[in-house]
């Protein structure tokens, strides 16, 4: 009996430290908290167990604690105490901020992309003309 309790705690950490490689991989630069990315990535790699929960601990974005400041969020509570309905404690439908952050950032980057083009197509139009 004690030898499947361990195979099953084995299992169970082998699938955490894998889901922490996985997230910290995708998670963007910009909001990992306290070390750099490569570093975490590391750090969860060679220690897996423990740098796992380090990980879920202290490198892992908040989520909550974004939403706490959330404008929209800040809206919605403020536009509910004025109707008639009764109040409701519902969070607002939508991504959460993680996801609209790195929705951003794509965008931005496509925008990037599309300039980036249009100046070469304008470079190789002025050379051509001249």
């Not at 879920?56 to 800040?74: I, T």
């Not at 951003?104 to 300039?115: H, I, N, V």
């Amino acid at each position: 009996m004690p030898d499947i309790i361990g195979a099953v705690v084995a299992v169970g950490f082998l699938v955490l430290w894998l889901y922490c490689i996985y997230d910290v991989i995708t998670t963007d630069d910009a909001i990992i908290q306290h070390l750099p990315k490569i570093v975490w990535i590391l750090i969860v790699v060679l220690l897996s167990d423990i740098g796992s929960l380090l990980w879920l601990g202290l490198g892992r974005p908040r989520s909550w604690a974004r939403r706490a400041h959330d404008p929209a969020r800040r809206a919605a509570h403020q536009t509910s105490a004025y109707s008639t309905a009764p109040d409701s404690y519902e969070e607002p439908v939508g991504p959460n901020p993680i996801v609209r952050y790195r929705e951003e950032q794509a965008r931005l980057r496509l925008r990037e992309e599309q300039l980036n083009r249009r100046e070469e197509e304008l470079r190789r139009r002025e050379l051509g003309g001249s």
